[in-house]
């Protein structure tokens, strides 16, 4: 348990679909990211809020579309996805050390 | 930005042996964590280290910061240690900026 929450930890979809990955911690930090992890390749960065306000996106595509009401709470909103975004979505929050979540294992059909 | 190289890529062991990953950055940092990956995907942090010696049951780890390396050292390896091995260095002046990850050691352990 790392204090960091993802909810759901497995998600298949199909291209015309719209899901959300939830991402909750329970740290106290003001820094939250999403990360990406496809098969056999280092992690890539996202997105990065800081305070709720994003700072970072890493010419991410429209069809994902990252919330943060909260420093406690991020989402990341998914619509006409592509198979090839079939991933690992991680989690992280970060106060100095950064935490990751269990991740959310993607499936787009 | 900051470039982040990890060696070896690939690392194979038998069970009981000793191993050094290394993590080599190309600017100042004030942040720098190792990572273990597990198999089903889980990151796991073993070390919060920008600079100084910590050690950790088996597990041990150096970051020099004048000269821009880190070592992680596996003492005793077990099947367990396999796995993916990830440093991560942060060069802002904040403790909320991003991490620049390299791209991993893959290490096997065989019983």
């Known amino acids: 348990e790392t204090g960091v929450t993802q909810t759901p930890r497995h998600l298949v979809m199909g291209m015309t679909n719209k899901k959300s990955l939830k991402c909750e911690q329970h740290?106290?930090?003001?820094?939250m990211y999403w990360y990406k992890q496809s098969a056999k390749k280092p992690l890539e960065l996202m997105f990065v809020?800081?305070?709720?306000?994003?700072?970072e996106n890493n010419s991410v595509p429209s069809r994902f579309s990252p919330e943060c009401p909260n420093s406690s709470h991020l989402f990341l909103h998914l619509h006409t996805l592509q198979p090839e975004d079939s991933a690992l979505y991680l989690c992280?929050?970060?106060?100095?050390?950064?935490?990751f979540g269990e991740g959310s294992r993607l499936t787009v059909l | 930005g900051i470039q982040v190289e990890q060696s070896p890529p690939d690392l194979i062991l038998q069970e009981g042996a000793n191993s050094t990953l290394r993590c080599n950055f190309s600017?100042?940092?004030?942040?720098l964590q190792w990572f273990h990956q597990n198999p089903w995907g889980q990151l796991i942090n073993l070390f919060y280290i920008p600079s100084g010696t910590k050690q950790n049951g088996r597990l041990s780890a150096t970051t020099v910061a004048t000269e821009r390396y880190s070592l992680l050292y596996i003492s005793s390896s077990q099947t367990t240690d396999s796995g993916v091995y990830f440093c991560a260095v942060n060069a802002g002046g904040t403790s909320y900026g991003k991490l620049t990850f390299g791209q991993g050691t893959i290490l096997t352990v065989h019983p």
């Open positions: 992280a929050s970060r106060s100095g050390e950064l935490f």
């Open positions: 809020y800081n305070f709720k306000e994003q700072t």
């Open positions: 740290l106290g930090h003001n820094a």
């Open positions: 600017d100042s940092v004030n942040n």
